[in-house]
């Protein structure tokens, strides 16, 4: 586990990532405009999306069933325990633990690319249907708030945002749409058209998501500032729940047949928590959830965790369910 801690401390994706976090630290003028950052995003999305879709159009599918009863019980179950942890052993009130549930239900797409380029260096790729199962986890960001609504409808008789306008601000997020197009693109467009936009789409994917990271590691310095707002039971809460669910989720997909890379890419992005489209929903949904709770615990805690040591150790837990 050592060796493989060092080697993750020393990639050019880490290393970008403290860097972003130093120059925030020492209060450094460098920045990247918020234009580039999106493009970057969409980039980086519609990149993993076309290639999986590559994949999936050749992709042996005899274990996507078990694949997707795993996905189905990741989204309806880990916002439930989130919000059940949060609510009763955090103590936040019903909307702020409706707002964690939303973020930790859902999956962070960064934390999806640097685990799936983890698991190419490593030599256990994952299979293309892969993309297309990260992207019906976003559902979970649904989910959980169709929970904090039952939770609130019964404490105080609130009534909320009905749930088809939930389902369709979800289904219109950027992570969704680029996710689930790219994914249906890649595996519409066939070896010859692919071949035409490889080197963007793929050449350049790495050197594009170091410079994001140098980015993220700034974002995530900026939320460490607001650690005592959250206090130590959701610092906790936000290194050990992506842990538990890691473990889980990677056993799960395991039994369910899924290789090693795969199992891998799906147990570390159910570890992970969403920053970019869940606040979003929280938001409109739950005004009065307080984001220096939700979002510190999401990107100034598990995020940054996940990059420096979370995505290894999930690597590790995998490695242990398929007896390597």
Do not use: C
């Not at 052993?89 to 964690?100: K, P």
């Not at 299979?127 to 404490?155: C, H, K, P, Q």
């Not at 009065?288 to 598990?302: F, K, M, R």
Request: charged share 10%; glycine share 10%; aromatic share 10%.
């Amino acid at each position: 586990m050592d060796a493989i801690l060092i080697e993750n401390l020393v990639s050019p994706i880490t290393l970008a990532f403290i860097l972003g976090i130093i120059a925030t630290l020492i209060r450094s003028d460098l920045e990247i405009p918020e234009p580039v950052i999106r493009i970057f995003a969409i980039f980086l999305l519609f990149s993993i999306s076309l290639q999986g879709g590559r994949e999936l159009a050749t992709a042996d599918l005899s274990n996507v069933m078990g694949a997707v009863t795993v996905t189905a019980a990741i989204v309806l179950l880990i916002p439930l325990l989130a919000f059940l942890a949060a609510r009763y052993i955090i103590g936040l009130s019903i909307v702020d633990a409706a707002g964690v549930a939303a973020l930790y239900g859902s999956v962070s797409s960064v934390t999806f690319v640097v685990a799936r380029a983890y698991a190419e260096a490593a030599g256990f790729p994952m299979e293309g249907y892969v993309t297309g199962l990260v992207a019906l986890m976003e559902l979970g960001i649904l989910v959980a708030l169709f929970y904090g609504r039952i939770a609130l409808s019964r404490a105080q008789g609130a009534q909320g945002v009905a749930l088809s306008s939930i389902l369709m601000e979800t289904l219109r997020g950027r992570g969704l749409l680029l996710l689930g197009g790219g994914l249906v693109i890649g595996a519409a467009s066939g070896e010859a058209n692919f071949a035409k936009v490889e080197p963007f789409f793929v050449d350049l994917f790495r050197g594009v998501l170091v410079l994001f990271l140098l980015e993220m590691g700034m974002t995530a310095a900026r939320q460490l500032k607001d650690f005592a707002r959250v206090g130590g039971r959701m610092l906790a809460f936000g290194l050990a729940m992506p842990m538990a669910n890691g473990f889980v989720v990677s056993g799960l997909a395991t039994l369910a047949g899924l290789p090693m890379g795969s199992a891998f890419v799906l147990g570390t992005v159910a570890a992970s928590a969403s920053y970019i489209d869940a606040p979003a929903a929280v938001r409109a949904t739950f005004p009065d959830a307080n984001p220096s709770v939700y979002l510190t615990a999401s990107l100034g805690i598990t995020f940054p965790f996940m990059l420096l040591a979370g995505v290894p150790l999930v690597w590790q837990m995998t490695a242990f369910w398929h007896g390597l």
